[in-house]
Nanobody
Framework: QLRLVESGGGSVQPGGSLRLSCVVS????????IGWFRQAPGKEVEGVSC?????????SYGDSVKGRFTISRENGQNTVVLQMNSLEPEDSAVYYC????????????????WGQGTQVTVSS
């Protein structure tokens, strides 16, 4: 059974940092790209950052988070981490870990598997 379990959300002041983790299980991780999406109240779902299958070693970032967020695989590739620095109130949203069997690190297109989401709130 495919599972994506997110953790690490919470509340932080502007300028602070949070580290989101997504533990993936139940499928051959070698052929799956993993990504982070977010959705703020009243807004559309937005692709934040995506990482390719391990053999390709590529990553992509949304324009609004470039230079502030970093995506990486850890723990023998079964954990995907989103390190978020210099957080802004506009980063407040529910963050979802997603997976799809695909090539490349583009966040575009339809992603087949979604986690339950974790809330991130940036406020003073």
């Amino acid at each position: 059974q495919l599972r994506l379990v997110e953790s690490g959300g919470g509340s932080v002041q502007p300028g602070g940092s949070l580290r989101l983790s997504c533990v993936v299980s139940g499928f051959n991780l070698d052929v799956y790209a993993i990504g982070w999406f977010r959705q703020a109240p009243g807004k559309e779902v937005e692709g934040v950052s995506c990482i390719s299958r391990p053999s390709e070693s590529s990553r992509s970032y949304g324009d609004s988070v470039k230079g502030r967020f970093t995506i990486s695989r850890e723990n023998g590739q079964n954990t995907v981490v989103l390190q978020m620095n210099s957080l802004e109130p506009e980063d407040s949203a529910v963050y979802y870990c997603v997976a799809d069997r695909r090539y490349g690190s583009s966040c575009g297109g339809t992603w087949g598997y979604w986690g339950q989401g974790t809330q991130v709130t940036v406020s003073s």
